[in-house]
């Protein structure tokens, strides 16, 4: 069975086949239980197509040391997506997903204001529907353990920096250290998947960071979320 992934790089599209053998080598978890990696795939290749399976360590996608893009696994190993550079794990490599999750903007002259900064720093707004959305990007790493260990989904310090939230650890805006969501009381994460967690947890933590940046205070943002 392939599992194909594919990228706009410049000004043409590349496409591969993830090698799940590379992809294995630096997971302990998918070495052990290949299965799991297949499941987790497909699963994301249904939801969420557009997300890519990367190099990651310290929870956060590596670069690639050619040209700073990221890396993926295709053709036996870990190579930029760009360059095509292979790339050589380093030591406590992850499998981290990479990618963009659209989020409503609604009117409010505070968000307003801060739109063309985030779209300096790589957060656009596209139009669907006559509704606006800003796309955020975030990366979800597998820790060692998984799926005994939660998933680790962060968005970056400069994202958060540009919609006032502050990127330390915060019981007011459900956020830890670095960047990383508090989606989960403790002992109530039960080994999900990541799309599962983007759907069902992100998509509402998100949401709400939005409506802080749009000037609403944090405890009525979060009113009625389940993170």
Known sequence: MSYPQHRFVGTGERTWQVDLAAAARVAPWAWRTPALLVTELVTMSTHFPHWLLALGHA??????ATCGETVIFAAGAARCVACNTPAT???GAQLVWVGQIPTLVRPAPALTARLPALAAA???TVTANAARYLLVTLSV????EWPHEELLVRYSPRFLELIGVGTGPSGTTHMLSEGRACLYAPGQYQGTGVAAVLQQRLVNHLASLIKIAGGTAPSEAFIGRIH
């Not at 929870?59 to 690639?64: A, E, F, G, T």
């Not at 790493?141 to 060692?144: F, I, K, L, S, V």
């Open 141 to 144: 790493a597998y820790p060692d």
């Open 59 to 64: 929870d956060l996608p590596v670069p690639c």
């Open 89 to 91: 794990p380093p030591v």
């Open 122 to 124: 790589g957060y656009p």
